[in-house]
């Protein structure tokens, strides 16, 4: 089966830096992505890696390595409004399905 | 432009009821794509049209569940009848390309609440 951990909830400063963890094990590999979720409202898309490295986008950075089968979101000088989940997915290489972790809920204190 | 609409957003029956869900996706999107989300635990993926023919319904939990896109625009998903473990947040989401660097666009969700 297929299976992805995140932690489930972080807590940080305003200011801070949080960085969300996530492994898999999936039956093939075909991207990992990040979606963003406040409370009652659609998950968002905010990064996707296939390569392993960084991939940078204004105060947040997504992380790969496939060889290790981890990844990692890193969100840079939090704001308030970042207090929202976090959802790790991988899209296994068989069709086209995304397979989510459990989802990190990051709170931002002032 | 329109984002992927889903209605209701909140939906609570009894069980034995039967409920649809209806999902409009972005106009253009050929993919869609039905997810559910069951309080606290990850969010897990149900079905996948490309424009009406159902792609891969591996996910759909059991013969209650019966999901449409007729025409091949919006798509609705019934459960009937519906039982207590079907609880949680219905999400449909669309996109319009496929393959490695597909981007879902993900709707608000339904709530739905079985009691």
């Given amino acids: ?110 | 432009e329109a984002g992927v609409t889903q209605f209701p957003s909140h939906s609570v029956i009894e069980k034995g009821q039967t409920v649809t869900l209806r999902c409009d996706p972005i106009s253009g999107h050929d993919n869609l794509y039905w997810y559910r989300r069951v309080m606290g635990k990850e969010i897990k993926f149900l079905l996948h049209f490309v424009k009406e023919s159902k792609q891969d319904e591996s996910g759909m939990p059991n013969n209650r569940f019966l999901a449409e896109r007729t025409g091949g625009t919006y798509s609705t998903l019934k459960v009937q009848p519906a039982e207590l473990e079907d609880s949680g947040v219905y999400f449909c989401a669309s996109s319009q390309v496929r393959g490695v660097r597909e981007k879902l666009f993900f709707g608000s969700g339904t709530q739905l609440s079985v009691l």
């Fill in chain 1, 1 to 110: 089966g297929q299976n992805i951990d995140q932690p489930t909830e972080m807590t940080a400063t305003e200011g801070a830096i949080v960085q969300i963890n996530c492994t898999y094990q999936t039956s093939g590999f075909n991207g990992l992505f990040w979606y963003q979720q406040h409370a009652g409202e659609a998950p968002t898309f905010l990064s996707y890696n296939v390569l392993d490295g960084l991939e940078e986008t204004g105060r947040f950075s997504s992380f790969l390595s496939r060889s290790d089968s981890y990844g990692y979101l890193l969100l840079q000088e939090l704001q308030m409004k970042d207090s929202a989940s976090y959802f790790c997915a991988v899209k296994v290489a068989a069709g086209n399905k995304l397979t989510f972790g459990g989802g990190t809920r990051v709170l931002v204190k002032p």
